[in-house]
């Protein structure tokens, strides 16, 4: 019998495993932390519809029992052995597992907003991210790190995303909408707190994106300014004074918020840093896995047997993610069988 290994147990990752197994091939699926879920862990609700994620994630949760399932958790895969016509994946605790086909679903990484030290992160009590924000809005409570519930807050858009800087030149595609999601939640819990979002320009790519965006000045009169936050620093009371330029009326402007969140971006996982080039597992610019095309070898790598799944190519939805990671369930499902 045939035998797929599956890096990486998020959300790409779970619906790969699941297609496989639904075709009665047995998946080992290794998973480097201790759960299942990857980054959907950290959120609360999707956009655009604010669509539990727990409930997601909860419809996968049948496959663990799977008598064709082997779950690795915990387990860090350290090498790749391509050596032999039969692929062995072989993990740090020594465990070496035989695959026809190999499935990378490792997801990507939050951007470490400290390395934007001019905002303040790490230092200022009151600067937090959107995966913290995130968090807040499970417990169905919003305070500020120093305890106040918050009158006014920033929300500081392209984090670690199209900033040469930090030699993140590229959109991550997903933070505008959620920015706009978690400030309508943010209004829904707090309806007199003001929101002010600092963008460079607004990517609403998805069908209901713009809608959210109207509803979001109409419905919960957030207010959106055109300009690039250029330093974020604490005051006295611990408010957070942001200095920026209005890039639509040419003026600098400066306001204080009782806290500040930073949308970080996406970037490319700790596992295609290590497996880069390795075997034409080839990287692009930005780090993440380059499938053979973009269009429509999208899930397959230049080596024979090994595929693509999710944002271990670069930033999507988790829609696209399940999307994609159907097409890759497919192209693993024609390769075992012609071979
Ligand atoms: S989606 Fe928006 S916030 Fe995110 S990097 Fe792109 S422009 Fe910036």
């Known amino acids: 019998m045939k035998k797929i290994v599956v890096i990486g147990a998020g959300i790409a990752g779970l619906e790969v495993s699941k297609q496989l197994l639904q075709a009665n091939l047995p998946v080992t699926l290794i998973e480097q932390s201790s759960k299942i879920g990857g980054n959907i862990k950290n959120y609360a609700y999707l956009f655009p519809d604010f669509y539990n994620a727990e409930d997601l994630l909860n419809s996968y949760q ?68 959107s995966v913290e924000l995130e968090q807040m809005f499970k417990k169905q409570e919003i305070i500020t790190p120093s305890g106040k519930v918050p009158e006014r807050i920033g929300f500081i858009h392209c984090v670690g995303s199209r900033d040469a800087k930090v030699s993140n030149t590229y959109c991550s595609r997903l933070c505008c909408i959620t920015a706009i999601k978690q400030a309508i939640e943010t209004k829904k819990l707090l309806p007199l707190v003001e929101i002010f979002c600092f963008y460079i320009d607004l990517r609403m790519y998805g069908l209901l994106f713009e809608d959210l965006y109207l509803s979001a000045q109409r419905d919960y009169n957030i207010q959106f300014v055109r300009g690039r936050l250029s330093e974020a620093s604490e005051m006295i009371d611990k408010k957070i004074q942001i200095k920026a330029e209005d890039t639509l009326i ?21 596992f295609s840093k290590q497996f880069k080039y390795h075997n034409d597992l080839n990287v692009n610019e930005h780090g993440f896995f380059d499938p053979i095309n973009p269009h429509n070898l999208r899930n397959l790598t230049a080596k024979e047997g090994v595929f693509l799944a999710g944002t271990s190519i670069g930033p999507m939805s988790v829609g696209e993610t399940i999307d994609h990671a159907r097409g890759t369930a497919l192209s693993v499902l024609s390769y075992i069988k012609s071979n």
């Open 62 to 129: 049948y496959i663990i029992t799977d008598p064709n399932l082997q779950l690795l958790l915990n387990a860090h895969v350290s090498k790749i052995d391509f050596s032999k016509k039969i692929y062995n994946v072989i993990t740090k605790d020594g465990i070496t597992i035989p695959a026809d086909a190999i499935v990378i679903a490792t997801g990507y990484n939050t951007f470490d907003a400290r390395l934007k030290e001019e905002f303040g992160y790490g230092i200022y009590d009151n600067v937090i991210t």
């Open 250 to 270: 040419g003026r600098p402007l400066q306001m204080s918020a009782d806290m500040i969140v930073l949308m970080v971006g996406m970037e490319a996982s700790d």
